[in-house]
């Protein structure tokens, strides 16, 4: 199927996530997640409206990159981070992130290690006949939900 030159046109930049405590953030997703801090933004009302809060708006646009992926780290002053981010993968919105990784036990104990929380009842080992595919969920520092996953062959 080809596409259209408007949709060719379309690239994933970054995704954006609120964080109560952006040193926090930035030891769980590059110490623990091998990110690299990239540019960075002290942001005020000029993005209010974009980012639809009310005026005096006051925060920090902190990007992380690792292998071609973008994540922003939203850190408010004026108005504060509420709220939080949905429990179960059946609400509207973004649910999680996930990570590939060849050693989900180290990895796990790395971001344990790194301000991130087991959710023990998201933990599944489902046969694929040849392979085993292990997963389990992490709450990072501000409960956004990561998803590791690791597929080993069988014997």
Do not use: K
């Amino acid at each position: 199927m080809s596409e259209t030159p408007a949709v060719a046109s379309i690239h994933l930049s970054h995704v954006g996530l609120c964080v109560a405590d952006l040193a926090a953030a930035l030891r769980f997703y590059c110490d623990g997640l091998g990110f690299e801090v990239a540019e960075g933004y002290d942001l005020g009302d000029e993005v209010a409206a974009t980012l639809e809060v009310p005026p005096g708006a006051r925060l920090r646009s902190q990007m992380v990159r690792r292998d071609g992926a973008t994540i922003e780290l939203l850190s408010w002053t004026t108005p504060p981070a509420d709220g939080a981010p949905p429990t179960r993968r059946n609400r509207i919105g973004l649910t999680h992130l996930t990570f590939v990784v060849e050693d989900l036990p180290a990895v796990e104990a790395r971001l344990v290690a790194h301000g991130g929380t087991v959710v023990e009842s998201t933990r599944t080992r489902i046969d694929l006949g040849r392979a085993v595919l292990e997963l389990v969920f992490l709450a990072d520092p501000d409960g956004t939900r990561i998803e590791l996953m690791e597929t080993r062959p069988v014997g």
